[in-house]
């Protein structure tokens, strides 16, 4: 026992003082134990004891002093509280599950500068720039800590990566002023020459480009010669110069014209009247793309917001709401580049390099100010394609689906490009990661729904029996929540679905489709046009109906309350002549739905019979939906019994329809305006046996007349504006008294020749006292009273109502050229030929807005 007792002491006295002790009690234990062995067996129950007291004693001993060995006592474990994440960590740590915020990534830079900490600084810039690449004010911003001696390496590192792509004239006057600065002496002198060129090619055909030309020229022009050779060399480059700059919209170019002028003429004079005047077309030209240029960048490109700091806010891009400002946005930079395709420098044939150069620069700024607007980056692709920069054009695409991985404008537009040139397996891996990242979304809005919504517990016999989930049929806790947005990002997956498949089967053959589609069926987000495609592909490809229908059954055990799917799979069934199978359907699912869902298939059902059945079948049909439908008057059944493709000559002929209509100045008789689910049947002399009987009928359309009344305020008080139009505001007064002031003026538009003739000529009415007037009854002329009685009311209106705010809108945004100014002629095409600007207006759908690029 003496090596436990001596073993090293690394606890507290407290701790050691009992362990000898527990180790004492172990001791006396054990002698106990030996002297009750020497004595009877009569005290069994004492033995018992002194066991049970030895069993505690070991437990509580450590198996090191039983050995006899040293016992080192473990420290007391003290819970030391850690230390809470810095703000930076944990903004950081918020980025990273929700990068698109750019307050938060400002804050975040701010906290890094804040700190001095550099490798925290070069953490934050590489994670922003990796979410916001080729941001010009982020990058400036993380070289500033690096031009600092002993960083040059790494410094020099950054404005290669930086450089290659960028578009952004502040990046190139920042390296320009780093190569001056570390090439000071005489011999380095070609090297800020070639700096000065390489930037020029890469950013000179911009606008804000005027400070790098001028530095060049004075670069140029503070060389020293020592001979009438370099003399002469120094001039030419000086001439090079000029002469490229004054055919550029810079800034400064009216500036540059007047240098280059007092320059010529201080060579030669005779030589410099020959340049100017071959020159002046062109700065002419560029002087008036430069007003041009000014106000399409206006509202492109405003300035940051303002600092709440010292430090300059970055202005990185938000994701887009697409609300009425962000579409205008859009469609701005959409104008201008059109109009910079539309080469309106007039760049010649042969320097269409520069035209080149100049648009895609062009498009680089584009995609990143709207770097979340696919769009921008599809028009960018197309132009990159049309001039043969194919290469350029897939990695434009690929970055921009970096930047929107949801889109489908984009990741279609790729997975298109790699299938004609046969690259298979990189399609498959775009529609993966594409639907991979459609399906987050769809868990995120799930998530949020769920959220939002209140928890109603689950059924009992749910609780009691779990869920079986098998290859097709989804259980009730597998199919995702009832939501109208939700429903709608299901289909757009299964869109993306259907591509997949359709692809798979142009490339490979109808077996991998087949694959892809079993795939599908495993997948809770699969909507039910997944089947519907899956179904009629087989039927065009295999000509084999029975596949179709297995399928349709298949998403039939899956969707079973949607009403759609019926309906699709009732018109394949009757496409395809089985009405067998399309009445037992029928008859299976019409009596599971509500009479307002089961409407379509009833209607479906009806046509079918109308046309190819018997009339004891039609009629039969009839009565049922007129048990299910008590509300439907019995002439619209008739009607539509004997109506085809729309044409109701019943409604238009026998009802009066299309009279009335021309009655009413509309004047239109087509097959989709005489339909009998109008009002017009409703409020026939055939009216609903069910009616309630506090409702009178509505007499026949062509009985709606009243009384005449001379007095124009009775006839408002009498038959008012419907509900749902809103009150006109007041006219100004002296000008509403006008329009019935006898009987020879016409109701003439404002504005119009002869209300200018009749003004000049009448002189306006004096002022009224609008109390007395008031009060004076209106009284019209009498031929004006009869024609107003003759009128039907207000309720018998059903033509279109248009919306006042809408009709502004149109005026508002309509371009009407000017009579009295000079007429802008559109910019003449390039010279030698070319392509001409494609078409970007808005895209309306399918069938929508006429012929488009896209």
Do not use: C
Request: charged share 25%.
């Amino acid at each position: 026992m003496e090596g436990a007792s001596s073993g090293p002491a690394v606890d507290t006295g407290q701790n050691q003082s009992a362990s000898e002790q527990s180790l004492a009690d172990y001791q006396q234990a054990q002698e106990h134990v030996h002297r009750s062995s020497q004595e009877s067996d009569s005290q069994p129950q004492e033995l018992l004891q002194v066991l049970q007291q030895l069993n505690a004693h070991k437990s509580a001993t450590p198996p090191g002093a039983q050995n006899g060995s040293p016992v080192k006592e473990e420290p007391a474990r003290i819970d030391v509280p850690s230390e809470p994440p810095s703000e930076w960590h944990a903004l950081r740590s918020q980025l990273r599950d929700k990068p698109h915020d750019p307050e938060g990534w400002n804050k975040l830079v701010k906290l890094a500068e804040d700190s001095g900490d550099l490798d925290r600084i070069k953490e934050t810039y590489e994670a922003l720039l990796e979410m916001y690449p080729n941001s010009a004010a982020a990058q400036i911003a993380y070289l500033e800590h690096f031009l600092v001696p002993g960083y040059f390496p790494f410094a020099e590192e950054l404005f290669k990566r930086f450089l290659r792509t960028s578009p952004a004239v502040e990046l190139w006057k920042f390296y320009l002023t780093y190569v001056r600065r570390i090439n000071l002496d005489a011999s380095t002198r070609d090297i800020v020459r070639k700096a000065y060129e390489y930037a020029l090619n890469h950013v000179g055909q911009d606008k804000d480009s005027s400070d790098i030309w001028t530095d060049y020229i004075q670069f140029l022009r503070s060389g020293e010669t020592s001979s009438t050779w370099e003399e002469q060399q120094k001039m030419d480059a000086l001439r090079k110069v000029y002469h490229r700059a004054v055919q550029i919209p810079l800034e400064n170019v009216e500036q540059l014209w007047q240098e280059l002028e007092s320059f010529e003429t201080g060579l030669n004079r005779i030589t410099a009247k020959k340049f100017m005047n071959d020159l002046s077309p062109s700065y002419m030209q560029a002087r008036t793309v430069l007003r041009q240029l000014q106000r399409h960048l206006g509202p492109l490109l405003p300035p940051p917001p303002p600092s709440s700091s010292s430090r300059p806010t970055l202005y990185l891009p938000a994701l887009p709401t697409f609300n009425a400002a962000e579409r205008a946005l859009v469609g701005a930079w959409k104008n201008y580049l059109r109009w910079e395709e539309g080469n309106p420098l007039e760049i010649e044939e042969k320097d269409k390099n520069i035209l080149i150069t100049r648009v895609q620069s062009v498009y680089r700024k584009a995609v990143i100010r709207m770097r979340f607007f696919g769009e921008i980056w599809y028009m960018a692709y197309m132009w990159m394609t049309s001039v043969g920069k194919t290469e350029e054009a897939i990695n434009l695409l690929k970055a921009g689906i970096e930047a929107n991985p949801s889109s489908f404008l984009l990741n279609f537009a790729y997975a298109e490009s790699l299938e004609l040139n046969q690259q298979y397996a990189e399609v498959h891996t775009v529609f993966e990661k594409f639907i991979d990242a459609l399906r987050v979304d769809l868990e995120q809005l799930e998530t949020k729904i769920a959220a939002s919504a209140t928890p109603v517990p689950p059924p009992e016999s749910s609780q009691q029996s779990e869920p079986v989930a098998s290859f097709v049929t989804l259980s009730t806790e597998e199919k995702p929540p009832k939501s109208k947005e939700l429903a709608e990002k299901r289909t757009e997956y299964g869109l993306a679905w259907t591509i997949y498949m359709r692809f798979a089967r142009r490339a490979e053959g109808l077996k991998a489709s087949r694959a892809l589609f079993a795939r599908a069926r495993r997948d809770r987000w699969t909507p039910w046009e997944v089947y519907e495609s899956a179904a009629l592909a087989e039927y065009h490809l295999t000509k084999d109906a029975g596949i179709a229908t297995r399928i349709f059954e298949k998403g039939l055990e899956v969707f079973a309350d949607e009403v759609d799917l019926i309906s699709h799979y009732l018109g394949f069934l009757l496409s395809v002549n089985d009405e067998n199978n399309a009445r037992a359907l029928f008859e299976r699912v019409i009596s599971t739905f509500s009479p307002d869902r089961a409407r379509p298939l009833w209607e479906r059902w009806a046509r079918h019979e109308y046309q190819y059945g018997d009339l004891a079948a039609a009629q039969k049909l009839e009565k049922r939906m007129a048990e299910v439908y008590p509300s439907d008057p019995p002439i619209k059944r008739f009607a539509q019994r004997h109506t085809y493709h729309h044409t109701d000559a019943i409604a238009s002929r026998d009802l009066g329809v299309a009279m009335a209509r021309q009655a009413n100045g509309t004047g239109s008789t087509s097959s989709s305006n005489t339909s009998l689910h109008r009002s017009e049947t409703k409020n026939s002399v055939f009216e609903t046996p069910s009616a309630p009987a506090s409702q009178p009928p509505h007499p026949p359309v062509s009985s709606h007349k009243r009384a005449s009344s001379p007095e124009h305020k009775r006839r408002d008080e009498s038959y008012g504006p419907p509900s749902y139009k809103r009150p006109r505001p007041s006219s100004p007064p002296g000008r509403d008294r006008d329009r019935w002031d006898g009987p020879g003026h016409g109701r003439r538009r404002y504005g119009s020749p002869s209300w200018d003739r009749d003004r000049e000529r009448d002189p306006p009415p004096p002022r009224r006292n609008k109390e007395i007037d008031d009060e004076k009854p209106i009284v019209l002329p009498s031929v004006i009273s009869q024609f107003i009685g003759q009128l039907p009311t207000p309720a018998s209106f059903d033509g279109p109502v248009f919306r006042t705010d809408d009709l502004m809108q149109v005026f508002r945004n309509a371009v009407i050229p000017s009579v009295t100014g000079r007429v802008r002629s559109p910019p003449p095409p390039p010279r030698g030929g070319g392509r001409p600007p494609p078409d970007y207006g808005p895209y309306q759908g399918p069938g929508g807005g006429g012929r488009r690029r896209y």
